[in-house]
């Protein structure tokens, strides 16, 4: 294994890594102007202790929701129900085709341990199965009734990740433990398997997002025998899972399923593949498996291994140049019916969720991605500033010039920093600041914030800081660091999750993020462009990146 697969494994399997007890604290304490030095582990009681060991174990919690009765497992104030199946398996005559909802079982059925990933090839790791598609829920102990839910949407440029991160990184159980809420993760088809178009076949190339929208019907249906509230449902997810939060806010068949949003780094304004170009994609791809001449070609492709179709046209699995290519293979498109239209032209056209949402991006969105470039084997040298200029000259169609203007390499120590920022912006911060502007333009109510704390955990180990990378936000929500084989925060990072995620668990539960305490974090308007600046203190600023952001904002 070489060394990018070697680090790469240790971001995607991260099973080594023990599971943090959750915080005992219940309040909002933690949502001051500057941060403060609170623990996140409150004191043992070892008294308590005692008694508790010469007593019997708890039976396992059950909860019967119509889709069948499971049992789950408990922990100190929440309890987990694990791969539970919301649809039949994708495999055989349906794969590539929409999801059909999991027939209803009788048998008690174990939900202690998540299912299997999708199948992926991202990151050069190939892992995952076709019979992938399984939520997670935790919910608080004893079982609460009518709680908020929130549904969390995994990233990972539609080609990797999973809900449940083999790390524990995004279990729901310290954000259902310390607010009351209800936590739902999914799993949704990736790559080829996900978003593969070939309408002869009945491949509409959006079989990933229909997942999504079968998992929410499946929390509506479902979510009240865990103790949640199917009518105060929020959507929450980053990256590619920012993107489908926002795809949702506009396609037809996510209406009515969720009552707010919130896209972390979502890069919501950028252009989805057309139809044809879709169709196009899918061509290389039935190339590449050698079925374009099969006298049968619906045999031919489902008639290949999940590993074939895993990696053929692995172009699409290479996030740096996903991010600067003008076609983003194996990204949701517009085919006309799950996805009718672009996000900007849905918004213009008020066929958008009436909902209050969330956008945020972070500070150094491009950083990441520079650093996965080089840890993939990309040698960086001088010469690469121009190549990344052009490439984003080409894509965005800003002249070069000006590009190089705003972002001269003079201005960086080196030529890492001099690509990260341009990329960062165009691609990912600019992207999501137009699409909250759009809809507060429609009179959503909307709130933004920028990230900007910088000394994140990262599980891979770049030569260079990283400052708050794209992703850093995550860990500070769910409340485990990003540290390999440590999940547990400092002082100063702990007090940061109890202040962020306080912000997140009252918009979930009501639509307004404010509190008592906390910074007031004001909503974005058509004449107001406030945000909310999340680092070591917190602060409301005007007009966050809006210099940059005119370069790119067309």
């Known amino acids: 294994m070489n060394r990018f697969l070697a680090v790469t494994a240790a971001l995607l399997c991260a099973s080594c890594s023990p599971s943090q007890r959750p915080p005992d604290a219940t309040s909002d304490a933690g949502d001051a102007h500057t941060i403060n030095d609170a623990s996140t582990d409150a004191p043992e009681d070892a008294a308590t202790d005692a008694m508790e060991l010469d007593a019997p174990p708890p039976l396992p919690p059950e909860a019967r929701p119509p889709a069948g009765p499971v049992r789950g497992s408990a922990g100190r104030g929440f309890q987990a129900f694990l791969g539970i199946p919301y649809a039949e398996p994708p495999v055989g005559d349906r794969r590539w ?38 939520v997670n829920v935790h919910t608080p102990d004893p079982r609460p009734s009518n709680a908020p839910v929130m549904v969390w949407i995994h990233g990972g440029a539609f080609v990797f990740g999973e809900g449940l991160q083999t790390d524990r990184g995004t279990a729901g159980d310290i954000l259902a433990q310390r607010y009351g809420m209800v936590v739902v993760s999914m799993n949704y088809r990736l790559g080829n398997f996900g978003f593969f178009t070939s309408p002869s076949i009945g491949a509409n190339g959006n079989q990933g997002f229909e997942d999504q929208q079968l998992a929410l019907r499946w929390v509506r249906d479902n979510i009240a025998a865990f103790g949640g509230d199917p009518a105060n449902v929020t959507i929450v997810g980053e990256s590619a899972g920012g993107v489908s939060v ?42 590449s498996l050698r079925c374009d001449a099969a006298p049968d070609l619906g045999a031919c492709m489902r008639g290949k291994s999940m590993p074939e179709v895993r990696t053929a046209g692995a172009l699409g699995n290479d996030v740096f140049a996903t991010l600067l290519a003008s076609t ?4 949701p498109s517009i085919d006309g019916a799950v996805l009718p239209g672009q996000f900007r032209e849905r918004v213009a056209a008020g066929s958008v969720a009436d909902v209050p949402v969330v956008f945020g991006w972070n500070r150094d969105e491009g950083t990441l991605f520079v650093a996965l470039a080089e840890l993939g084997g990309m040698a960086l040298q001088e010469s690469a500033y121009g190549t990344v200029l052009d490439a984003l000259a080409s894509q965005t169609g800003v002249a070069r010039s000006a590009i190089e203007a705003q972002y001269p390499r003079s201005r960086y ?31 959503r109510t909307v709130y933004t ?42 002082a100063e990072q702990a007090a940061l999750h109890a202040a962020m995620s306080g912000y997140w668990a009252r918009f979930i539960r009501s639509g307004d993020p404010n509190g008592e305490g906390a910074v007031p974090w004001m909503p974005r308007t058509m004449t107001a462009e406030r945000s909310l600046l999340i ?6 600023r005007d007009n966050v990146d809006r210099d940059p952001c005119m370069l790119w904002d067309r």
Not at 104 to 116: F, K, M, Y
Not at 257 to 277: H, K, M, N, V
Request: glycine share 8%.
């Open 97 to 134: 085709r929409s999801p059909v909802a999991k027939a209803p079982w009788s048998s008690v059925r174990d939900a202690i341990a998540p299912g299997s990933a999708c199948a992926q090839s991202g990151l050069g790791n190939n892992l995952g199965a076709e019979d992938c598609l399984f």
């Open 449 to 490: 914030y920028r990230f900007d704390y910088p000394d994140a955990a990262f599980q891979l180990p770049p030569e260079w800081p990283l400052g708050a990378f794209h992703s850093a936000e995550i860990q500070f929500l769910f409340g485990r660091s990003a540290r390999v084989g440590n999940p547990r925060f400092n």
């Open 246 to 287: 926002c795809l949702h806010l506009v396609a037809p068949g996510s209406q009515g399923l969720f009552r707010r949003a919130i896209s972390q780094s979502g890069l919501c304004d950028s252009a989805l593949p057309t139809r044809a170009a879709a169709e196009m994609a899918g061509i290389d791809v039935v190339r």
């Open 328 to 331: 983003r293979a194996n990204w």
């Open 535 to 540: 680092d070591r203190t917190f602060a409301m």
């Open 413 to 443: 120590p080196d030529v890492r920093r001099a690509i990260a920022e341009p990329l960062g912006h165009s691609a990912l911060a600019c992207p999501s600041r137009r699409a909250a502007r759009q809809l507060a333009d429609r009179g």
